[in-house]
Every structure is written in structure tokens, then in C-alpha cells.
């Protein structure tokens, strides 16, 4: 089984910024990827960003290539989303995600619980 839990969640107004990580345990050998998706009610969840395990990877989704930025820290089993520029359409709850070998970056086996983030005008 693999657990991932997601932080860095809160309440930013538009233009600023926020990190969110997530960290692994568990059977993390059988995660070739991991990445990030959000949600909002009533909306179908939103691929944002995704980054290999090993190679460093990464895929991103136009909305947000230009603002957000992911990274990791294999020792720590550690995934990061770096948010910059945040608009009011960028409120939504975030999913870490974990991918098995062969996923592709819009399907993810593994999720967090979720993370808000709230930016506000």
C-alpha cells in the first residue's frame, strides 16, 4: 500500500504564492511518478503537474506552465508544487498523486486526502 499526504494548503491573495508538499510511505517502489491534481465542487478533478521518480521527468498542464513549478527530494520522499501568480480560478482542493509504471500523467493509482488552497482578490 502507499500513503500520500498532502500540506501547505491556505488562504493567498491573487498574485502571491504558495508550496504545497506531499510525502510517501509505504510501498513507495512501486510508484514511478508522482504529481498533483485539483479539484473544485461540481467540476471533474484537473491534471496540474506530474514528475517522474527517477529523471526528474516532469509534465504540466498549460494553465499553469508558466506559474507553477514541481520538484521533488527522493530521500525525503518528498513532492513539491510551487505556486506563483495564483488567480482566483486556481482555488480548488489538491490531490497528491502517485503513478504506477505505465500511467499516463491524467491517471493516477495513488491520492492524498486533499489540500485547499483559497486565493482571494
Known amino acids: 500500500q502507499v500513503r500520500l499526504v498532502e500540506s501547505g494548503g491556505g488562504l493567498v491573495q491573487a498574485g502571491g504564492s504558495l508550496r504545497l508538499s506531499c510525502v510517501a510511505s509505504g510501498r513507495t517502489d512501486s510508484v514511478a511518478a508522482m504529481g498533483w491534481f485539483r479539484q473544485v465542487p461540481g467540476k471533474e478533478r484537473e491534471f496540474v503537474a506530474a514528475?517522474?521518480?527517477?529523471?526528474?521527468?516532469?509534465r504540466s498542464a498549460d494553465s499553469v506552465k508558466v506559474r507553477f513549478s514541481i520538484s521533488r527530494d527522493n530521500a525525503k520522499k518528498l513532492v513539491y508544487l510551487q505556486m506563483n501568480s495564483l488567480k482566483l480560478e486556481d482555488t480548488a482542493v489538491y490531490y497528491c498523486a502517485g503513478y504506477t509504471i505505465g500511467s499516463n500523467w491524467s491517471r493516477a493509482q495513488y491520492w492524498g486526502q486533499g489540500t485547499q488552497v483559497t486565493v482571494s482578490s
Open positions: 514528475i517522474s521518480w527517477t529523471g526528474a521527468i516532469t
